[in-house]
């Protein structure tokens, strides 16, 4: 990831990548909207274009009639600019915990760069105030559950209509204030949604693309993170370093695989001199591990293509083609893509678990660690009786790896038919994107738990007096985690450590490969 080299993210015609959501979802970089009188009349055009339907008392769903399966019910004009309020009012009925301040960035970019298609019938000015929302860091309090994944995110995205209309909750400042007092201390007026802009605000499918960008982000550091812990447990276990030649790869060439095991080459100095071998062929999950890792680098491609186009994608019903003064009704709210993407990814990231979980069994158990201390204490002969180590790390970890395979059940196969039957086939792409999130969580856990038992088991072979010295990446990393992570000599509760180290992986605080 580059989010630092971002000057600014720019929402408009030109299309976003994961990155830019990531640097704006970090505060990491200011956002402007794109503002030439052109694209400003684009915009502008659709909405009139649906002002001048109304004048002809033209039928549209959603501005001249009732939502879902009220479609057939129609509704005067009269009443039409009463409409969008109570759409999201009757939608306030979301549950679960709230989205975090990180999260919730990610899906006000979303739904601001797929209204910036141009193709949503709103104002310029509901775009310049979803910009000054992310701008001034207004967080609409969205809660996580109650999205079926179409017709789109409606439950999680009627808080971000209501705010901007002056409505609900808000995280302003450090503060939960309330929407109307935060418009009120900046001069704004909130919005009276015009009509089709709230149903242009929440049927479409931000909050799964949010989710998604920032899985996809973590994902890849994770990959990178796991090919090093790799690295320092080949060291750690004495292992064979000739399992990752090029040669070898040469032929069974998938290019995530091979770059993987290109990773573990520059990692291992892999032409220097190796110590003597204990096994011909390591264990499955050091040898294996590019084969398993590189699953997850060959995916990262495809899952990157399926989430940066629904992100740039107008994905709200109906769609507005004011050029050719057209009102198209489809399905576009349907988030297929995003939910096969989190539920593929949650896969692959409890598949990196698993292997790391195995690395950390083979390196506490003194039957398998080619002479490391049992549990990877670091306590002298007379107090080894009294210490343990890394025991119930591994312990941990086990349970952080089981939780995460467990999570992997596909959540798109389990589509509910909801609203009188009109939403009969839903995506369920919103709870794939919650529980790949949830399997990251889970498997930063077991890397961070890893990361500092491969680090003891450096530390503890370079305590021999036949030591040989790291290679320089491994060296630099060891030297690095140092100033954190002292050895364990003495037993003691690791927790603290274990969370800062989360925090660094979270920040994504060591230059790994890419």
């Known amino acids: 990831m580059t989010t630092h080299l971002l000057e600014r993210v720019t929402f408009g015609e030109r299309p976003l990548r994961i990155e830019e959501v990531l640097a704006l979802a970090n505060r990491q970089v200011p956002v402007q909207l794109q503002s030439d009188s052109e694209y400003r009349e684009r915009i502008a055009k659709g909405a009139r274009f649906l002002d001048s339907l109304l004048d ?9 009639t009732g939502y879902g399966d009220s479609c057939v019910v129609a509704v005067p004009l009269q009443h039409v600019e009463a409409l969008p309020r109570h759409l999201y009012t009757f939608h306030g009925c979301g549950l679960g915990k709230l989205l975090d301040a990180q999260a919730t960035r990610a899906v006000l970019a979303a739904r601001l760069q797929s209204l910036c298609q141009g193709v949503s ?11 000054a929302f992310l701008e001034h860091d207004i967080l609409p309090l969205i809660p996580e559950e109650g999205s079926v994944g179409a017709s789109g995110d409606l439950t999680p995205l009627s808080y971000v209509a209501a705010t901007l209309s002056g409505e609900r909750e808000v995280l302003f400042k450090g503060e939960r204030r309330q929407a109307v007092d935060v418009h009120r201390e900046l001069g704004w007026e909130p919005l009276v949604l015009r009509p089709k802009e709230a149903l242009a605000l929440m049927n479409g499918t931000a909050v799964m693309t949010g989710l998604a960008c920032l899985a996809f982000a973590r994902a890849d550091y994770l990959l990178q993170l796991a090919t090093r812990i790799t690295a320092l447990n080949l060291v750690a276990l004495q292992g064979n370093p000739e399992h990752f030649d090029e040669r070898l790869f040469a032929t069974k060439p998938h290019p995530g695989q091979m770059q993987v095991a290109a990773w573990l080459r520059k990692d291992l100095a892999i032409d220097a001199p190796t110590a003597p071998l204990h096994r011909l062929q390591d264990r499955y999950s050091l040898r294996c591990a590019p084969h398993v890792l590189g699953v997850l680098a060959d995916s990262l491609n495809w899952l990157r293509s399926f989430i940066e186009i629904e992100l740039n994608s107008a994905n709200d019903n109906p769609i507005i083609d004011a050029i050719a003064e057209r009102v198209l009704h489809g399905g576009h709210f349907y988030g297929g893509h995003i939910a096969f993407a989190m539920d593929s990814l949650k896969n692959l990231v409890a598949n990196v678990a698993d292997l790391l979980d195995r690395q950390l069994a083979l390196l506490v158990d003194e039957r398998y660690n080619h002479g490391l201390p049992s549990n990877l204490s670091g306590a002298s002969a007379d107090r080894a009786m009294l210490n343990h180590g890394f025991k119930a790390v591994q312990i941990g970890t086990s349970a952080w790896t089981a939780e995460a395979l467990k999570n992997t059940m596909p959540a798109s196969v389990f589509s509910r038919s909801t609203e009188c039957h009109n939403q009969d086939k839903v995506s369920m792409g919103t709870i794939a994107a919650r ?14 738990a890893t990361l500092l038992a491969a680090n003891q088991g450096v530390w503890l072979r370079s305590q021999a007096q036949d030591a040989r010295a ?3 990446a491994l060296a630099a990393m060891h030297e690095e985690l140092a100033k954190d992570f002292a050895p364990v000599i003495e037993d003691r509760a690791l927790e603290g450590e274990l969370r800062l180290c989360l925090q660094r992986i979270g920040e994504q605080h060591w230059r790994l490969h890419a």
Request: charged letters at 25%.
């Open 435 to 448: 529980d790949a999130i949830r399997v990251l969580e889970l498997t930063e856990q077991v890397a961070a």
């Open 470 to 472: 790291l290679p320089p």
């Open 56 to 64: 002809k008392e033209g039928v549209i769903y959603g501005v001249t």
């Open 121 to 131: 019938g709103v104002r310029v000015e509901l775009l310049e105030r979803l910009h």
